[in-house]
């Protein structure tokens, strides 16, 4: 198995960084990275898109159909993707929460047959890709926790 991963410290507390994350319709308003489509429970099915860059430089969208694996509100969100023991992965969403901030992580693990072959491809236009979303993520929950403090000005 390995694993891509990207993790950020976010001030904001975990059920803001949650609401941020889960609402998925909203995902064009504030990240360029990645588009989801799907139900928030164990079960459900979930459509997402990536976009990437080629080496060339080029936009390149892949697009993925997984199942929801796990749903821990405020904590974790598990997916899955593609057929066991050939080419699979598995995306977990972790929220940890450390104090006034969340620890956000972001792991793409892929396993299988095919997966010593995909690693480096996956490696090289995925990366990136989870950097831009948690930043992006990161960006957007600590607009949204300044929102929701009480007393601000406008």
């Known amino acids: 198995m390995k694993t891509l991963a990207s993790a950020a410290d976010i001030r904001a507390a975990p059920a803001v960084v949650w609401g941020v994350l889960t609402r998925f319709a909203a995902y064009p308003d504030w990240t ?17 898109a990536v976009t990437t860059a080629t080496r060339r430089g080029a936009s390149r969208i892949i697009r993925f159909m997984g199942t929801i694996e796990a749903v821990e509100p405020t904590r974790r969100l598990t997916w899955r993707v593609g057929v066991p023991f050939i080419l699979h992965w598995r995306f977990n969403l972790r929220l940890e929460p450390r104090g006034a901030t969340t620890h956000f992580t972001h792991e793409m693990e892929i396993s299988g047959l095919g997966a010593v072959w995909a690693y480096p491809r996956l490696d090289r236009l995925v990366t990136p890709t989870l950097r831009r979303f948690v930043d992006d993520l990161k960006r957007q929950s600590e607009r949204a926790q300044a929102r929701a403090r009480p007393g601000r000005r406008p």
Do not use: E, K, M, W
């Open 32 to 48: 360029a990275a990645v588009r989801v489509n799907g139900g928030l429970s164990a079960g459900a099915d979930l459509n997402f």
